[in-house]
């Protein structure tokens, strides 16, 4: 690459005095001024060069070594031999090297002030310089002289900014220095002249330097100049400075006492002091006027003077009263009370409210109806009295409310807040809670996709197969028709003796089973759908009648009694029959396919009863009913059983045989209830246009009522596997809702409605009868009182 920078010079070694003696030993470690330029190598190109290539030679062979840092600077001067000097890249002879000194204008004047101030040392090197064999040198080359011992107590540079560093300055400016690495120069400096690169030792020169130098943790290298520069102690101090974040200045106080040098009073001074003239004392026309208008305005009450201003700010630090109502004439105004709180007007009244209204103005039967049916929402009437015709003004009556409204008024006064109240401007998507999009809760039905026809009276209930494949429906036509799901298809029609209430498919997929009730008859059908193994092996369970060892007690005989259906209905798929004695509402089946219960509102303290199909015997779970019992339902996974009256819902442990829990649902009347597949969440309907949402692990209360319907609500149904429930009403429509169980107990359930299904026709009164979920799709369908099932998917 390049040569090694070496830092010898050729000369005798002088003698000093006493005096200089000391003064170098003191400054044997201190920082000097550049004495060392680049080597020129003789043997090296010197095209780029300027001026012709110079040799210098010494009057002696013995080799003067002089010791300096990376930045050049003088460090003290060491023996001569062999092992202090470095060898050369191209091999040349040590000791025959060659040193070219450039010497610029700052050389000489610190030259010069050397002999200013030490003249004894500079005259002994003048004459230690002056060799008889450097005559030809002494043409070419500038005379140099000794530089001037700096003392130690007066640091480097103080009174300026200059320093040696100048010297040897790259002067290639701000580019990457990578462009150099195939040189054997940095850059140049001042005079132009390349400044060749440092000697570069491989790496276990590197660590002998490190274990051997104890410098070389302060050794830093200039990028710029390629050279090692030794950091000193002021300068380590004042990093240390720095890295923590104080001031880098060690003399700098930072709690000086603060200089106030501008004072905060403000003096008035006067611009002049000539006496006023004369002319300022004659009353001025434009002031005179500028005092009436003045005065004018205090008279009318338009300024005010500071003693009235001083007591209207008294006056509004205390309580504040404003009028309730105008009144008719402007009396306040004159006594200037503001802000009066104005009597909401009405509008003006139309030709319905004249006691002799035009015929097209008065109520018939329908709309008669209709006004009275909405007592209870009297903000959906769209008037709020009822149009009358008089014949006459006299033969009007008194106000009916007269009273009333006289004391509401009156309490208004009484109870009415004397301030006024700031509005609150809140708007209504503020109050609304923030629920997830509709979109992002998919799938779930949302259109009409197939309509079941075939009943001639009203559809009471529907139940689908646990496979999918297959629904059935029990309608008040006395028939139980059973349909293809996929293509709409009545496959049978099996009629009875009476309306058939209720329909129940046995959710164990092993039978094929049907519960049906009818009258005070309990079927059981077997369908003949489906896999025709399934259908042998429910026949041949149905056809055995199990022996029963145990006696049953008079209260069950007389209330139900087991019997295998007569041929006749045998060819229909009947296969059990099971008496009750008052009339079936609903029948429920058990998760495993073994229980069933049915509900006879009419049974008093026997109206519910557990049938067990495998042993053919029914009990009776309670001895004495605790209200009119509407329906029942069977715990998904524990042996619960659920009993809903009239206002409460009970639950019962099975095993134990008592009371776990009273659920209070605060409704008029109960029609029907679901629970969700995990079990701890239940869900009622009532016929108050309400549904209940329990948390049975929460409160025995609701934890959310819901008023998506505006009649009542007949049936309500969870779908298995989807997070939806949806609700069937007699406003003809099914409402599905997102309602979504978290495993976590501290997060609430997720409630979102999600589509409101409205295709059903109202028949006397009625609309949706009952609701039910697809087991596998989200798919739901309803029956109603148009005689028809609808599927929406």
Known sequence: MTKKLTLKRKGKEPEPTNEVAASSEASDNEEEEDLLQAVKDPGEDTTDDEGIDQEYQSDSSEDLEFES????????????????????????????EEDEEEDDSEDGESADDGDEEKPTTSKQNKSEDEPSSSKVSKKTQPPTKDLVKRDPSHPEYHDSDTSDE?????????????????????????????????????????????????????TVKDPQTGQEVLITDEDIALIKRIISGRIPNKDHNEYEPWVEWFTSEVEKMPIKNVPDHKRSFLPSVSEKKRVGRMVHALKMGWMKTTEEVEREKQAKRGPK??????????????????????????????????????????????????????????????????????????????????????????????????????????????????????????????????????HTDLV??????????????GSDDKTVKIWEIATGRCIRTIETEDVVRCVAWCPNAKLSIIAVATGNRLLLINPKVGDKVLVKKTDDLLAEEPSSDVIESERIKAAVQWATAEPAEQEKGVRVVI??????????????????????????????????????????????????????????????????TQHNIRIYDLVKQELVKKLLTNSKWISGMSIHPKGDNLLVSTYDKKMLWFDLDLSTKPYQTMRLHRNAVRSVAFHLRYPLFASGSDDQAVIVSHGMVYNDLLQNPLIVP????QTHEKREDFGVLDVNWHPIQPWIFSTGADCTIRLYT
């Open 69 to 96: 840092d990376e930045e050049g600077n003088y460090l003290g001067r060491k023996k001569g031999d062999g092992s202090s000097e470095e060898e050369d890249d191209d091999g040349d002879e040590e000791g025959e």
């Open 166 to 218: 100048e010297d040897i300055r790259n002067t290639v400016g701000n580019i990457p220095m990578h462009w150099y690495d195939e040189y054997k120069h940095i850059g140049y400096d001042w005079d132009a002249k390349k400044i060749v690169k440092p000697p570069q030792g491989d790496q276990i020169d590197e660590f002998l330097r490190k274990i051997e130098d104890p410098n070389f943790w302060r």
């Open 321 to 454: 009263f404003y009028m309730l109502w105008e009144t008719d004439t402007s009396r306040e105004h004159m006594r200037r009370i503001h802000d009066p709180v104005s009597a909401p007007k009405r509008d003006l009244p139309g030709h319905a409210e004249s006691y002799n209204p035009p015929p097209e103005y008065l109520f018939d039967e329908r709309e008669t109806k209709e006004w009275l049916k909405l007592k209870d929402e009297p903000h959906k009437r769209k008037l709020h009295f009822m149009p009358q015709k008089f014949t006459s003004l006299r033969a009007v009556p008194a106000y009916s409310r007269y009273l009333r409204e006289r004391f509401l008024r009156c309490l208004d006064l009484y109870l009415c807040p004397r301030a006024k109240r700031v509005k609150l401007n809140i708007d209504a998507e503020y109050l609304i809670p923030k629920l997830p999009s509709p979109r992002d809760l998919q799938p779930f039905p949302t259109i009409e996709s197939l309509v079941y026809r075939g």
């Open 460 to 473: 009471r209930s529907v139940s689908v197969e646990p496979k999918g494949e297959y629904i059935v429906s």
């Open 579 to 644: 008496n009750h004695f008052k009339p079936i509402r609903q029948v429920t089946w058990h998760g495993r396919g073994d229980y069933l219960a049915t509900v006879m509102p009419e049974g008093a303290n026997r109206s519910a009863l557990i049938h067990q199909l495998s042993k053919r015997r029914s009990q009776i779970p309670f001895s004495k009913s605790k209200g009119l019992i509407q329906c029942v339902l069977f715990h998904p996974v524990k042996p619960c059983f659920f009993v809903a």
């Open 754 to 757: 999600l589509k409101k299904l």
